[in-house]
């Protein structure tokens, strides 16, 4: 039985300035879902930077990643999350947007949480695409990168290989999102009971 089950590999990107719940909502998710029938996990969960050096995420709390761009390994399903770090210097990274870029071929999900989908759009992964970011952003998506079709006042946007979070605690909704679409609604909902999260995010 252990054989048969899937388990995907899920890379999450960290920076400096990363907002915390960005990365680490959709880290919960991922991390304690689990096979109903078994212990076994179908998400294997770590988290990359550009050299895999410890990290300062927004208010100063030290992360240290499990691997730099050189090392990482593959991933079926990536998140980029966003927050100052994000918007004020990473969009401007060329060795951070090509690595997304590069990725994004090899993955089955590119997911972003907030201010993660600028890093999609500069990465050229959104043109002609629907998505959506924390609402504060959505005229800076919308005027920066013309070929986005933004979507205001919605948790996610599914456009297949892509999905988009908006700010912050929507993320969480993604990673719910993500987990009902690759394992049933019913992991989903044990998983969203084990958290005590919201159930209707699920309805």
Not at 1 to 11: C, D
Not at 36 to 55: A, H, R
Not at 140 to 146: A, N
């Amino acid at each position: 039985m252990l054989s048969t089950v899937r388990q995907w590999k899920v890379g999450i990107l960290l920076f400096d300035e990363v907002e915390v719940l960005d990365f680490a909502g959709p880290f919960e998710v991922f991390s304690v879902t689990a096979y109903s029938e078994t212990d076994l996990k179908p998400f294997i969960v770590n988290t990359i930077s550009e050299t895999g050096n410890l990290i300062s995420a927004r208010n100063d709390l030290k992360v240290q990643p499990d691997y730099g761009f050189d090392n990482a390994p593959y991933y079926d399903i990536l998140v980029i999350p966003g927050g100052p770090g994000a918007r004020n210097r990473e969009i401007y990274n060329e060795s951070v947007i090509g690595w997304i870029r590069e990725r994004a071929a090899g993955v089955q999900l590119m997911t972003s949480v907030c201010t993660g989908a600028l890093l999609l759009a500069k990465a050229g992964l959104l043109q002609g695409k629907k998505a959506t970011t924390h609402w504060a952003s959505y005229d800076w998506l919308e005027s920066e990168f013309p070929k986005v079709i933004v979507q205001r006042n919605t948790k996610f946007v599914d456009e297949g290989h892509i999905i988009t979070s908006g700010g912050i605690s929507a993320g969480i909704n993604m990673a719910f999102h993500v987990v009902r679409l690759l394992l049933g609604p019913v992991i989903a909902q044990t998983t969203a009971k084990r958290m005590e999260y919201d159930i209707d995010i699920l309805d």
